[in-house]
């Protein structure tokens, strides 16, 4: 089943969220090493705190997060300005 978790909805679905932190910890942290692991065996970082949408992935029969994405709106921080601005072109390129 698939969900989608608007801010004003981040109460309601608390559990389904720290699910779907810990499930991108196991992936960015201990798989891709992307970023260093953080406290309590979830990956969480400041782009969390901000608006955007979750769409999580449940599991039929278990309920259980099993996949997941955040989408962020593009006029504010993003991910590729801040964290990967090294990939984007530069303007006097």
């Given amino acids: ?29 201990d798989q891709l090493h992307w970023v260093e692991e953080k406290p309590f065996g979830l990956e969480h970082d400041r782009f969390d705190d901000l608006y955007n949408l979750y769409i999580l992935d449940l599991d039929d029969s278990s309920g259980k997060v099993i996949g997941g994405v955040r989408l962020m709106p593009t006029t504010g921080p993003t991910l590729m300005h801040t964290v990967w601005a090294d990939m984007l072109p530069h303007p006097d390129d």
Avoid: Q
């Avoid at 004003?8 to 960015?28: M, Q, V």
């Fill in 1 to 29: 089943m698939i969900i989608y978790i608007e801010p004003s909805g981040r109460e309601e679905y608390r559990r389904e969220i720290i699910e779907y932190y810990a499930l991108r910890k196991r992936i960015f942290c």
